[in-house]
């Protein structure tokens, strides 16, 4: 009998606030150390803690975006730890009564099948600050300007049963984040990241003793960590030996998990409710304003996208990615034909973005500019061979699509007596591969076409020449 796989994650999303959640300094990335710090993240002497609204805000977006069930009331609590860059000693956060309840996540696996992952809970909390080790010899830094940043901390049942599933709901709740604009994603700044407990036993027995790996802050570390681990965990098994509960990490490096602590449970944390904050007390008007601002989600766009553009699942899944780049096919889909849209945002609009390392939201090439283009394929204005040429000149220098064509004469040529006069020549020119052609040799026939575009220099409409090549080809 085989081992089962179970690992459930929790996600550290980052909310965009502009300022803190319990005080009024800025959370923008990427200023000096320590210059983003008041009394209250500072944990000074009587300093008190008041809670960003905005936060509350997203929190409950969240929430309803997974139809979960949402805390009336709920309560923050004291996490007691002693850290380096936890000034206070303890964390703010939430834990028996969170702000959003269970709820669920679907997930499109890569068989074509969904699964349903459910969430626990989602809670509040604030960040810890940062230990800097690379700028000094012998001693490290620590920066509190992260230190009360808002974090949605998103903890899952354990209902994965593969690295392969815990990315897939990874990328989802990622995807899901960003839609609803509460957090921005970016993983390199850590800003979204996740913890991930993963764990073995036999099918059908209790859940196995579990190591929890911490700070995975992208796709792959988490798939590479979580199959390192599985294998870890079996080969001891298997030997006879006994998981020991802990917390690791995850060396990207050497490609391995290890050791970082032995793992903590609750009542090590001695959880208490804060003194400093009264319950957060919903009501049903301010529920009902968040639900007001809730945009198009991602499952319901996708499947819009395969009813209003004909769409193959796959396409329309690739295409609601993202709010941005949903928003840019629908301008490119625009009085064209959606299929050969979504074949260009989805082949070499993006093909060029992830090449150059760059988001969709810095394009240099605009959707109208791109819908133009597929307009001029499908006039036979140009081929989708010159198309390809043009866009590369768009992406990285800029200029206007027809501005382009005129100025490199780059029309496409449909004249039929035109065509066939550069067909009849290189036919002329061939008169043994005409033969073998006519003796059985088909794939002769790419040959042909091949010289007849060379001739004309990429500019004669290519069902035209196949069309009257196969015409005179076959005429004896």
Same mark, same amino acid.
């Given at each position: 009998?085989?081992?089962e796989?179970?690992i459930?994650?929790?996600v550290?999303?980052?909310l965009?606030t502009?300022t803190?959640?319990?005080c009024?300094c800025s959370?923008?990335?990427g200023?000096?150390p320590?210059s983003?710090?008041?009394?209250?993240c500072l944990?000074?002497p009587?300093?008190?803690?008041?809670?960003n609204?905005?936060?509350?805000d997203?929190a409950i977006a969240?929430g309803l975006?997974?139809?979960?069930e949402l805390?009336?009331?709920?309560?923050?609590?004291r996490?007691n730890?002693?850290y380096?860059?936890?000034?206070?000693?303890y964390?703010?956060?939430q834990y028996e009564l969170?702000?959003?309840?269970?709820?669920?996540?679907?997930?499109?696996l890569?068989?074509g099948?969904?699964?349903?992952?459910?969430?626990?809970?989602?809670?509040?909390?604030?960040?810890?600050g940062?230990?800097l080790?690379e700028?000094f010899?012998?001693?490290?830094?620590i920066?509190?300007? +992260?230190a009360?940043t808002? #974090?949605? &901390?998103i903890?899952?049942?354990?209902?994965? %049963?593969?690295p392969?599933e815990?990315?897939?709901y990874?990328?989802k709740?990622?995807?899901?984040?960003?839609?609803?604009?509460i957090?921005?994603?970016n993983?390199q700044?850590g800003s979204?990241?996740?913890?991930?407990n993963v764990?073995?036993?036999?099918?059908?027995?209790p859940l196995?003793t579990r190591?929890?790996?911490?700070?995975?802050n992208?796709?792959?570390?988490?798939?590479?960590?979580?199959e390192y681990?599985i294998a870890r965990?079996r080969?001891?098994l298997?030997?006879?030996g006994?998981i020991?509960?802990?917390?690791r990490?995850y060396?990207?490096?050497?490609?391995?998990?290890?050791?970082?602590?032995?793992?903590?449970e609750?009542?090590?944390?001695r959880?208490?409710?804060d003194?400093d904050?009264?319950p957060l007390?919903?009501?049903?008007a301010?529920?009902? +304003?968040?639900r007001g601002t #809730?945009? &198009?989600?991602?499952?319901i766009?996708r499947? %819009?996208?395969?009813?209003?553009?004909?769409?193959?699942?796959y396409d329309?899944?690739?295409?609601?990615?993202s709010?941005?780049l949903?928003d840019y096919?629908?301008q490119?889909?625009v009085?064209v034909?959606?299929?050969?849209a979504?074949?260009?945002v989805m082949?070499?609009?993006l093909?060029a973005l992830?090449?150059?390392?760059?988001e969709?939201?810095?394009?240099?090439?605009?959707a109208e500019?791109?819908?133009l283009?597929?307009q001029?394929?499908?006039d036979?204005?140009?081929?989708?061979?010159i198309?390809k040429e043009?866009?590369?000149?768009?992406?990285?220098s800029?200029?206007?699509v027809d501005?382009?064509i005129e100025?490199r004469g780059l029309?496409?040529?449909?004249d039929t007596?035109?065509i066939?006069?550069l067909?009849?020549?290189?036919?002329?020119?061939h008169?043994?591969q005409?033969a073998d052609?006519?003796?059985?040799?088909?794939?002769l026939?790419g040959?042909f076409?091949?010289q007849?575009?060379?001739a004309s220099?990429?500019?004669?409409?290519?069902d035209?020449v196949n069309?009257?090549l196969?015409e005179?080809?076959r005429?004896?």
């Amino acid at each position: 009998m085989g081992w089962e796989v179970v690992i459930g994650l929790e996600v550290h999303a980052q909310l965009n606030t502009a300022t803190k959640i319990f005080c009024g300094c800025s959370t923008t990335f990427g200023a000096e150390p320590n210059s983003h710090t008041c009394p209250v993240c500072l944990a000074m002497p009587g300093a008190l803690p008041v809670l960003n609204e905005a936060a509350v805000d997203k929190a409950i977006a969240l929430g309803l975006a997974i139809g979960a069930e949402l805390n009336r009331q709920s309560v923050f609590a004291r996490k007691n730890y002693f850290y380096p860059d936890l000034p206070k000693g303890y964390q703010i956060s939430q834990y028996e009564l969170p702000v959003v309840g269970k709820g669920t996540l679907t997930i499109s696996l890569t068989d074509g099948t969904e699964k349903v992952v459910g969430v626990t809970r989602a809670h509040l909390e604030e960040d810890a600050g940062k230990s800097l080790h690379e700028a000094f010899v012998d001693q490290s830094g620590i920066d509190l300007n +992260r230190a009360g940043t808002p #974090l949605l &901390e998103i903890v899952s049942e354990p209902d994965m %049963r593969s690295p392969a599933e815990a990315v897939a709901y990874l990328k989802k709740l990622h995807a899901l984040v960003r839609y609803l604009d509460i957090c921005d994603g970016n993983m390199q700044e850590g800003s979204f990241r996740c913890d991930a407990n993963v764990s073995l036993r036999r099918p059908g027995a209790p859940l196995g003793t579990r190591a929890e790996i911490k700070n995975l802050n992208s796709f792959r570390f988490l798939e590479k960590a979580l199959e390192y681990e599985i294998a870890r965990q079996r080969d001891i098994l298997e030997r006879g030996g006994c998981i020991v509960q802990e917390t690791r990490l995850y060396d990207a490096g050497r490609g391995e998990t290890r050791s970082m602590r032995s793992k903590e449970e609750a009542n090590d944390y001695r959880y208490f409710p804060d003194p400093d904050l009264l319950p957060l007390v919903l009501d049903p008007a301010r529920i009902a +304003r968040v639900r007001g601002t #809730l945009p &198009e989600l991602p499952d319901i766009k996708r499947a %819009r996208f395969m009813r209003q553009y004909a769409l193959p699942a796959y396409d329309a899944g690739v295409l609601t990615m993202s709010r941005v780049l949903a928003d840019y096919y629908e301008q490119v889909a625009v009085g064209v034909d959606s299929k050969l849209a979504a074949n260009w945002v989805m082949g070499e609009l993006l093909g060029a973005l992830n090449k150059a390392g760059i988001e969709i939201e810095t394009c240099p090439v605009s959707a109208e500019k791109l819908r133009l283009l597929v307009q001029r394929i499908e006039d036979q204005t140009i081929s989708g061979k010159i198309a390809k040429e043009i866009f590369e000149d768009l992406f990285h220098s800029g200029g206007e699509v027809d501005a382009i064509i005129e100025k490199r004469g780059l029309r496409q040529i449909t004249d039929t007596g035109a065509i066939a006069a550069l067909v009849d020549g290189i036919v002329a020119a061939h008169p043994q591969q005409v033969a073998d052609f006519r003796a059985g040799k088909d794939k002769l026939l790419g040959f042909f076409v091949g010289q007849v575009m060379k001739a004309s220099k990429g500019k004669a409409n290519p069902d035209q020449v196949n069309t009257i090549l196969l015409e005179r080809l076959r005429k004896e």
